[in-house]
């Protein structure tokens, strides 16, 4: 099977079709996952362009498995990197150079993000959480990463479940115990409210609503995170500050 589809979406969703045939746990993570969640996103502007096609996988599932899948789709692997990587990630690419990232376990970016016992929870992507959580932690938030959030905050409301919602008790969990997590996390709440704020005078009533709605959940689920309990960890992080380093800062792969 080598028919690729030159649309990201639709060709995440072959990929993710032909997994489920083989019985292979595949999720997808990124912006092409909040487009399958979020229908916001098609109606922002600019219009949310997609490079490339990011998902996950467990290591269970064995990487050789992994990497046999990929192929057998159409696409070549980046053997060097996968050698050097594919405990926690694989690289692939289309015949016409598009990139598909396949992440095992984790996602390591500014921030870790394990995300094995929460892959099979949802069908087709990782749980809303999962997806507003890998987007918050990147500390130089690009106005694709606004977008999303965006999107994701105007459709889905702020819930206890991963079924029906952003759950805020998985946002939680990883915030209270991490301090450098919820710095992050916590900066790019008060970025986003401040930047969509000023962009309410800007839009028409229906884009309004949508953005007072996100605008409405990121500061409620700031104010849950500023007051939740914090680990003892969380505690003596907290006195050393932003005096010493708290986020990586991810290479780009190509």
Not at 74 to 98: I, Q, T
Not at 144 to 152: I, V
Not at 196 to 222: F, Y
């Amino acid at each position: 099977m080598t028919d690729i589809v030159e649309d990201p979406v639709a060709e995440t969703r072959r990929i993710l079709a032909a997994a489920e045939a083989a019985s292979l746990p595949l999720r997808a993570i990124g912006g092409v996952a909040v487009a399958m969640m979020a229908p916001t996103i098609a109606r922002l502007q600019p219009t949310r362009s997609y490079h490339d096609i990011d998902l996950a996988a467990v290591a269970r599932s064995g990487t050789p498995v992994v990497s046999r899948f990929m192929t057998g789709l159409g696409y070549e692997a980046a053997r060097s990197f996968n050698m050097l990587n594919g405990a926690e990630r694989l690289l692939f690419h289309d015949p016409v150079g598009r990139r598909v990232d396949v992440f095992i376990d984790t996602l390591r970016m500014c921030h870790v993000l394990p995300f094995a016992a929460r892959l099979e929870l949802r069908p087709s992507t990782l749980p809303a959480a999962d997806l507003v959580l890998s987007k918050l932690q990147i500390v130089e938030l690009t106005d694709r990463d606004m977008q999303d959030l965006q999107a994701l905050f105007a459709d889905l409301a702020l819930t206890e479940s991963d079924t029906d919602g952003i759950g805020r008790a998985r946002i939680r969990q990883v915030c209270g115990a991490d301090w450098g997590w919820w710095r992050t996390v916590d900066d790019n709440l008060r970025r986003l409210s401040d930047a969509w704020q000023i962009q309410l005078a800007t839009v028409g009533p229906e884009s309004a609503r949508a953005l007072g709605t996100a605008v409405e959940r990121a500061n409620d689920l700031r104010r849950e995170l500023a007051t939740c309990p914090k680990s003892v960890g969380w505690r003596i992080r907290a006195k050393v500050g932003t005096r010493v380093g708290w986020y990586e800062s991810p290479e780009e792969v190509r």
